[in-house]
């Protein structure tokens, strides 16, 4: 599903064929979970090929190593350069970008030896389908905010994640919603949230959820529509009785959330502001010059 005998990804400075990369089992990534990774977009917009805000997401990226000690040889502009070529070289024009910076062999416990550079991409639906999803409130707890740094994506942060996400399944539940440390509202394992209350948005403010670059995406069009926004706690008593709510994220682009453990969000979900939200991203993401949103 994300290669073929013909996908070139890149590896350790070279664009090669990704059937003949090979991976140590002795990388630290592997054993400890200690690797940086980002997801991207790109769209087919009127403009030719753009991957979505690629500065903010390389961006992420080095300063997410940065705080792991994990050297990160590359600048910005040449990260994007390596994503674009790695576009063409697949002929692909709507892909998903993944660059992952794995920790070279070291069985030890210290951060800060040498670290190689993949990227890869490959034709991904909406991570999280198109309709709307019945969602729970997880027992797995999001990461505690003193146990790593908040600033991207940590491989390892993610198993917390893969357990909430698993449960949900298990249940018969599309996705799960975590609480932090505190008990309130964080986020779903691969998405931020937003809920909406009497015509304004609520999104958990940043200090121990993932910074999505979706999620400040999501509150610059608001702002340009007229929709306030607040970055603030939020309980699950006002989740359950929120008037709309949807997720938000690269790979999950936005979508909305019908019900929250049995209990049926109150608006229909097209006559919300949160799906006026979802309309103006899928038009941004398409014409990244010309955001639709400025216009409307
Ligand atoms: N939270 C987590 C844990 C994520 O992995 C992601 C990205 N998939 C997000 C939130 C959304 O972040 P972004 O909008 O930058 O993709």
Redesign the pocket.
């Given at each position: 599903m994300y290669y073929n005998d013909k996908t070139v990804s890149f590896f350790d400075g070279k664009f090669v064929k990704s059937k003949e990369i090979a991976i140590s089992p002795f990388a630290q990534t592997l054993h400890y979970g200690l690797g940086v990774f980002e997801?991207l977009k790109a769209y087919q917009t009127q403009h030719g090929v753009r991957i979505f805000k690629p500065t903010e997401?390389f961006t992420?990226m080095k300063k997410t190593a940065e705080a792991l000690h994990l050297p990160f040889d590359y600048d910005i502009a040449e990260l994007e350069e390596i994503a674009y070529e790695l576009l063409e070289r697949n002929k692909f024009k709507n892909a998903y970008i993944r660059p992952i910076l794995i920790a070279a062999d070291n069985m030890g416990l210290l951060t800060g030896g040498d670290t190689k550079l993949f990227m890869a991409t490959w034709k991904w639906p909406r991570y999280l389908g198109d309709r709307l999803l019945n969602t729970c409130i997880s027992s797995y707890r999001r990461i505690h905010a003193q146990s790593l740094p908040v600033v991207g994506?940590i491989t390892g942060c993610?198993v917390p994640?893969i357990m909430a996400s698993t449960d949900a399944k298990q249940r018969g539940f599309d996705e799960a919603i975590m609480l932090d440390e505190n008990g309130y509202v964080a986020?779903?394992?691969?998405?931020?949230i937003f809920i909406e209350k009497e015509g304004v948005l609520i999104t958990p403010p940043l200090g121990n959820?993932?910074p999505?670059?979706?999620?400040a995406t999501v509150i610059e069009i608001a702002k340009s529509l007229k929709i306030e926004v607040f970055e603030r706690v939020i309980t699950i008593e006002e989740l359950l009785e929120a008037d709309a709510a949807i997720f938000?994220?690269?790979?999950?682009e936005i979508v909305g959330i019908a019900s929250v453990e049995g209990t049926a969000l109150k608006l229909l979900f097209d006559k919300s502001q949160c799906a006026r939200i979802a309309e103006a991203y899928n038009e941004l993401v398409h014409s990244v010059h010309e955001p639709a949103y400025t216009i409307i």
């Amino acid at each position: 599903m994300y290669y073929n005998d013909k996908t070139v990804s890149f590896f350790d400075g070279k664009f090669v064929k990704s059937k003949e990369i090979a991976i140590s089992p002795f990388a630290q990534t592997l054993h400890y979970g200690l690797g940086v990774f980002e997801g991207l977009k790109a769209y087919q917009t009127q403009h030719g090929v753009r991957i979505f805000k690629p500065t903010e997401h390389f961006t992420r990226m080095k300063k997410t190593a940065e705080a792991l000690h994990l050297p990160f040889d590359y600048d910005i502009a040449e990260l994007e350069e390596i994503a674009y070529e790695l576009l063409e070289r697949n002929k692909f024009k709507n892909a998903y970008i993944r660059p992952i910076l794995i920790a070279a062999d070291n069985m030890g416990l210290l951060t800060g030896g040498d670290t190689k550079l993949f990227m890869a991409t490959w034709k991904w639906p909406r991570y999280l389908g198109d309709r709307l999803l019945n969602t729970c409130i997880s027992s797995y707890r999001r990461i505690h905010a003193q146990s790593l740094p908040v600033v991207g994506k940590i491989t390892g942060c993610y198993v917390p994640n893969i357990m909430a996400s698993t449960d949900a399944k298990q249940r018969g539940f599309d996705e799960a919603i975590m609480l932090d440390e505190n008990g309130y509202v964080a986020q779903a394992p691969g998405s931020n949230i937003f809920i909406e209350k009497e015509g304004v948005l609520i999104t958990p403010p940043l200090g121990n959820i993932m910074p999505g670059i979706t999620r400040a995406t999501v509150i610059e069009i608001a702002k340009s529509l007229k929709i306030e926004v607040f970055e603030r706690v939020i309980t699950i008593e006002e989740l359950l009785e929120a008037d709309a709510a949807i997720f938000t994220g690269t790979a999950t682009e936005i979508v909305g959330i019908a019900s929250v453990e049995g209990t049926a969000l109150k608006l229909l979900f097209d006559k919300s502001q949160c799906a006026r939200i979802a309309e103006a991203y899928n038009e941004l993401v398409h014409s990244v010059h010309e955001p639709a949103y400025t216009i409307i």
